[in-house]
């Protein structure tokens, strides 16, 4: 039997990645189940099989029952891809849904259930008004504690920045760096919601949302939907372009900010970093590329710092001087990340999935890391409060 | 037999719209916590005792709402702030009677209730 989480037990069968697909990220006219179906089209056309060897599904999404007034989603989306019998299990921990529907997909198959199984998950959130969305986000904050006090997701990262900045010196500047870094990613994504570049001073210069955290600090609202194709060791095998799923652990904490022992840093990150690390058997020094969760721009700063991929109190300094751009030494979100690729949270972890299986198979095009043997990819949800981490490598 | 809870969040916003903020002290390592749980996350023991709190404390971090949730929007720009009371434990609340560009990391402030609608939320005002 694999052990729990918290010790790193090792998988009974080994899994890997064979098969990728996202949407366009965006505004969408389409249900999250038919962007969840488009996405899943494209990743089993990838892995070239059919739906019909399909096992499973994990689905991930968040809003539904508010923006689509949709509850059920796991057969919803599979009766919509032409697979309705096959198990189902939708997954939300706010915005890592897809990453942990992702994890139990991968132990369905570790432990011998199942040999082929459909991960992924699909949102629509521009079909309301901001003020709206920012509500439904909110309600991933404790209802008793803060929601009644107003506190939005941009509010929650802003008490993080704020600290941050008080204890490491971190600017305004630095955390701005993050979002021109990842708008220059985009631009080279053409999956990306924003494939523009962008300066420092618009940055700057844009509107407060959440003091420190400012409109270009902020990813956007998105619709999209993303899919990954996982498979047993015996059928991965025959794939060159298998890429293979070193690790993959969940950590959670209490959800409210004021249980936090300190505000600037993310322990809930440190704690699936160590065990996703462990069981790959690889440190922060053998990642060649991660995907990691910057919701905010101080989001990326303190996930770069929580992976062990900088020291505590230096991401910002990291970002600024460029290490974490394309070219640099660890590129951190070539697809251009949630800032600028976009974030339909139910499909984010699947989405991150997918971009470091193109990127350790070489086939990124512009925004290719060349020479990538080992990714991570890093996903948070809620207030801090459960954070996903899963290792790459490939052969 | 089941054992009621020390303290409900009911009885701790009853408390609190009173002035008074309740924290639980764990009898076996002498744990503060806020809110109440079953079991003491430090010893995992059941063994609490409610404890009142001063309503004192600073303010570890704080941010200014801008763009609010639709049930807010007319009362943005407002202010949040995570306060760590004397006792050692915190608490996040709204900033009530604080100019915006006052508020600072360490700034002392003190707890107010906001009753409103008859339901009662955490504020912190001027030490």
């Known amino acids: 039997m694999m052990e729990s989480d918290g010790e790193g037990g090792s998988y009974m069968r080994r899994v890997a990645v064979i098969g990728v697909g996202v949407t366009k990220f965006g505004k969408h006219e389409r249900s999250s189940a038919e962007l969840f179906a488009e996405a899943a089209r494209d990743a089993l056309a990838d892995a070239d099989i059919g739906p019909a060897a399909v096992q499973a599904l994990y689905y991930g999404n968040v809003v539904g029952g508010e923006t689509e007034k949709q509850l059920h989603m796991g057969p919803q989306a599979a009766s919509v891809l032409g697979i309705p019998t096959i198990p189902t299990t939708r997954f939300e921990t706010a915005c890592a849904s897809s990453h942990a529907a992702f994890r139990h997909a991968v132990m369905e198959i570790a432990a011998g259930v199942s040999d082929i199984v459909l991960v992924g998950g699909a949102e629509r959130v521009l079909t309301v008004p901001t003020a709206e969305s920012t509500e439904y986000f909110a309600y991933a904050s404790d209802a008793t504690w803060e929601q009644p006090l107003g506190l939005t997701f941009p509010g929650v990262f802003a008490l993080v920045a704020r600290a941050h900045m008080a204890k490491y010196g971190t600017t305004e500047e630095q955390m701005a760096a993050v979002a021109v870094k990842n708008h220059r990613h985009g631009a080279l994504n053409p999956k990306a919601q924003f494939q523009k570049e962008i300066t420092l001073e618009q940055v700057l210069t844009s509107a407060y949302v959440a003091d420190p955290l400012k409109l270009y600090d902020c990813c956007p609202f998105t619709d999209g939907g993303a899919a990954i194709v996982l498979a047993s060791e015996e059928i991965a095998r025959r794939r060159p372009r298998a890429v293979w799923v070193l690790g993959s652990a969940a950590a959670s904490d209490s959800m409210l900010m004021q249980e936090k022992k300190d505000l600037a840093r993310v322990p809930t990150t440190e704690r699936a970093a160590a065990v996703a690390y462990r069981q790959a058997g690889l440190g922060p020094a053998d990642i060649d590329v991660a995907e990691l969760h910057d919701c905010f721009t101080i989001a990326e700063i303190v996930a770069t710092e929580g992976l062990g991929l900088f020291e505590p109190g230096t991401g910002g300094f990291a970002a600024e001087k460029g290490w974490t751009s394309l070219g640099g030494k660890l590129p951190v979100n070539p697809s251009g990340g949630l800032k600028s690729k976009g974030h339909p949270i139910g499909a984010t972890g699947a989405a991150q999935i997918a971009e470091i299986t193109t990127q350790l198979r070489g086939e990124a095009g512009p925004r290719q890391v060349e020479g990538a043997r080992f990714g991570l990819t890093h996903t948070l949800g809620g207030n801090l409060a459960t954070v996903l981490v899963s290792v790459f490598g490939r052969d | ?127």
Do not use: H
Request: glycine share 8%; charged share 20%; proline share 10%.
């Open chain 2, 1 to 127: 037999m089941t054992n009621p809870p020390v303290i409900t969040l009911k009885n701790f916003f009853e408390r609190a719209r009173e002035g008074t903020l309740t924290a639980v002290r764990c009898g076996k390592c002498g744990a503060l916590a806020m809110p109440p749980k079953e079991f003491c996350p430090m010893c995992q023991q059941r063994d609490w005792t409610p404890v009142p709190l001063t309503g004192d404390g600073t303010i570890a971090s704080y941010t200014v709402i801008r763009v609010a949730p639709a049930r807010f929007l007319t009362e943005a720009p407002y202010a949040i702030a995570v306060v760590a009371l004397r006792e050692g434990v915190s608490l996040i609340g709204r900033i009530v009677d604080i100019p915006l560009d006052a508020l600072a990391i360490g700034l002392p402030v003190r707890f107010r209730p906001i009753t409103r609608d008859n339901q009662t939320t955490v504020g912190f005002g001027p030490a």
